[in-house]
C-alpha cells in the first residue's frame, strides 16, 4: 500500500529564514514523489517531483527538495522564505511499477505561514 | 498555454439532489483525472481515463457517481443523488501521457444541505 505522512499540520516561519515541510512516504519498490502547492479557492499548483537521478530537486519559486531513500523523506525546502509563500503544501506518491494507472497519494497537507 | 478549465465553481444543492461538473483539460493532453478532496485531507483520486477509456475507477462510488469523456477531451462528473458527505472540492487534472506530471484546474466547491 502506498501511503504519506506529513506530520505538520502548520509550520510558521519568519520572512528571510529558511523554510522546511516535512514528508515521509511509503511505496512497494521505487517512488515517484511530487510537491504540490494550493493557494486559497485555486487549484493545486505543481512545484517538482523526483523521478529519479540526483537526490536535490529544484522546483519552482525556489523551492528544493531532498529524496532520503534510507529515511524515506521527501522534505520541501527554501532557503529563504517570502510572505507570498503562505499556501498548503501537499506531498505525493506514486510506485514507479504501477503501469497504466497514475494514482497519486496525497498527504493531509501542511499549512505554511510565513510571518512578516 | 492555457491551464485546467473547470465549471462552476460553486454548487449548493440539498441532498438527494444531481449535480453535474464540467472539466476541460490543457489542449493535447491525453490522460484526465478527477480527485474529490474533503476539507482537512489532501486529494483522492476517483477516476482515471485514458483519451476515452476508463484506466482506474476502483476508488468511484459507482452507485451514485459517474463520469464519462466521451470525445477524449472535456468530462463531466455526475452524482445523484447527492449525501451530506459529498460536500468536498472536486478537482480535474490532466497529463499528457499516463505516467506524466499532473495539472490541476481550480476545482469546483460542492456544499450538500
Known amino acids: 500500500a502506498q501511503s504519506v505522512a506529513q506530520p505538520e499540520d502548520q509550520v510558521n516561519v519568519a520572512e528571510g529564514n529558511p523554510l522546511t515541510v516535512k514528508c515521509t512516504y511509503s511505496v512497494s519498490g521505487n517512488p515517484y514523489l511530487f510537491w504540490y502547492v494550493q493557494y486559497p479557492n485555486r487549484g493545486l499548483q505543481f512545484l517538482l517531483k523526483y523521478i529519479t537521478g540526483d537526490n536535490l530537486v529544484k522546483g519552482s519559486y525556489g523551492f528544493e527538495a531532498e529524496f532520503n531513500k534510507s529515511q524515506t523523506s521527501f522534505h520541501l525546502k527554501k532557503p529563504s522564505a517570502l510572505v507570498s509563500d503562505s499556501a498548503l503544501y501537499f506531498c505525493?506518491?506514486?510506485?514507479?511499477?504501477?503501469?497504466?494507472?497514475?494514482?497519486?497519494?496525497f498527504g493531509t497537507g501542511t499549512r505554511l505561514t510565513v510571518i512578516p | 498555454e492555457a491551464g485546467v478549465a473547470q465549471s462552476p465553481r460553486y454548487k449548493i444543492i440539498e441532498k438527494r439532489q444531481s449535480v453535474a461538473f464540467w472539466c476541460n483539460p490543457i489542449s493535447g493532453h491525453a490522460t484526465l483525472y478527477w480527485y474529490q478532496q474533503i476539507l482537512g485531507q489532501g486529494p483522492k483520486l476517483l477516476i482515471q481515463?485514458?483519451?476515452?477509456?476508463?484506466?482506474?475507477d476502483s476508488q468511484l462510488p459507482k452507485d451514485r457517481f459517474s463520469a464519462e469523456r466521451l470525445k477524449g477531451v472535456d468530462s463531466t462528473l455526475k452524482i445523484q443523488p447527492a449525501k451530506l458527505e459529498d460536500s468536498a472540492v472536486y478537482l480535474c487534472?490532466?497529463?499528457?501521457?499516463?505516467?506524466?506530471?499532473?495539472?490541476f484546474g481550480p476545482g469546483t466547491r460542492l456544499l450538500v444541505l
Open positions: 481515463f485514458q483519451n476515452n477509456g476508463v484506466v482506474d
Open positions: 487534472a490532466s497529463s499528457s501521457g499516463s505516467q506524466e506530471t499532473q495539472y
Open positions: 505525493a506518491v506514486r510506485a514507479s511499477l504501477q503501469t497504466g494507472a497514475n494514482n497519486l497519494f
